[in-house]
């Protein structure tokens, strides 16, 4: 005697599950990397505006896994050669004394990711129930 258990509809309900997992992680992302990249724009030094202006984000998908960036990149020459100007203000710490423009500050993309980060998973969470519905 043999029995047998189709399992083939749990399966594809199974793989619609994940890739309505996906589109709602995308969705939240979007807008938690939206949201980071406006935050942190408003803390970034604008001495010259340039470095707000590089400022960008993406969001990308694979394998399930979904990766959400914001980068700035600012580049110019210094006197011992080229320097990486984003990475420099965001690092620079007490060197920030005396920023050209109030409220702006050094670890302009960092403590906004710290500060808003359990939003920001509430979102995508958030993103993610509506897709299962």
């Known amino acids: 005697m043999t029995l047998k258990f189709d399992t083939s509809g749990f399966d594809a309900w199974i793989a619609g599950a994940a890739a ?12 938690a990397t939206d949201d980071l990249l406006e935050q942190s724009s408003e803390l970034a030094p604008k001495d010259k505006g340039i470095l707000r202006a590089s400022a ?44 050209t423009t109030p409220g702006t500050q050094p670890k302009y993309l960092e403590q906004p990711l710290k500060m808003y980060a359990d939003e920001y998973v509430r979102w995508i969470a958030a993103e993610i129930r509506k897709e299962l519905k």
């Not at 309505?20 to 807008?31: L, Q, S, T």
């Not at 110019?76 to 007490?94: F, S």
């Open 56 to 99: 960008w984000k993406e969001v990308e998908e694979a394998d399930g896994t979904v990766i959400g960036e914001v980068y700035y990149s600012t580049v110019e020459d210094g006197p011992n050669g080229r320097v990486n100007y984003a990475l420099i203000t965001h690092e620079m710490g007490d060197a920030f004394a005396n920023p």
């Open 20 to 31: 309505k997992v996906v589109a709602g992680a995308e969705r939240g992302m979007h807008d």
